[in-house]
């Protein structure tokens, strides 16, 4: 089978798809290796908690999937813990996809870290120590 159940389910009905308004930070990356895009918003209260994160994007349906899979993982989490979780785990919370769809999965990953980036800039902090870099060919201005 190419897909998985999990993935499906994400894809059919997927969670936290939206915009925030006025969003503590906001992320917009582009596919290098195929020219998709996602735009990530995220609230952040003053315990640095992700308290909303929604997503949109023009990716196929393996990105629809780990976003979905992706944000549900990070809601509720402090900024720091939302940094560690791998894109391996996000895969694996999708039991796999198919080896051609892994760079989808990155999209997710690159945003959110995009939208964090924004959101530590906005308060006159460097984000580079706390988010690293950004993958340049992903990022879309
Ligand atoms: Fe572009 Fe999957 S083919 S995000």
Redesign the pocket.
Known sequence: MLYTEKLMEHFTNPKNVGVIENPDGFGEVG?A????I?QMYISVNDKEEITDIKFK???????IATSSVATTMVKGKTIREALKITNKEVIEALEEIPAV?V??SV?AEQALKSAVSDYYTKRGIDPTPIVGIIDESAAHH
């Open positions: 596919n290796k195929c020219g998709d996602m994007t023009f990716g196929c349906g393996a990105a769809k760079h989808c999209l």
